[in-house]
């Protein structure tokens, strides 16, 4: 009964170790930019001094790498990395420039965020609605 288990055993910590794990996300900030509201590359250094590894910030090393090309910012992550760790810097950084009552952080795909513009048009059309009713 005791040899059976134990080949079983290390084929998961195998695939543990053998895993390379390799996230690719992106955040595409062309709104604000196209507004020149925004600065990418101010952004973009941002996340440098601020993203954590190993619990301690400006580890970066190779483990995480900030790229930039034109308005889009990517992050590639060689570690386990969240993207809503990544979502909680990006409002972090808004916040800090003063850009959160106009901007949010959405999901534009898998491992992808866009910056967008509250849509203030539809709280204006309610609004003339109200006063027509009345």
């Known amino acids: 009964p005791s040899p059976t288990p134990t ?3 290390p084929a998961p910590s195998t695939k543990k170790s053998g895993k390379k794990v390799t996230q690719k996300f ?3 900030c062309s709104k604000p930019v196209a507004d020149s ?5 101010s952004f973009e250094k941002f996340l440098h001094d601020r993203i954590k590894v190993d619990n301690k910030t400006g580890n970066l090393g190779e483990k995480v790498v900030i790229s930039r090309e034109s308005n889009v910012v990517t992050v590639t992550a060689n570690i386990p990395f969240s993207k809503r760790y990544l979502k909680y810097l990006t409002k972090k950084y808004l916040k800090k420039q003063q850009l959160r009552d106009w ?3 959405i999901a534009s795909g898998k491992n992808a965020y866009e910056l967008k513009y509250f849509n203030i048009a539809e ?7 109200a006063e027509a009713d009345e």
């Open 26 to 28: 992106t955040i595409d």
């Open 7 to 9: 080949p079983t055993m």
């Open 37 to 41: 509201i925004m600065d990418v590359a």
């Open 123 to 129: 709280d204006e059309e309610s609004g003339d609605e």
């Open 103 to 105: 901007l949010h952080v």
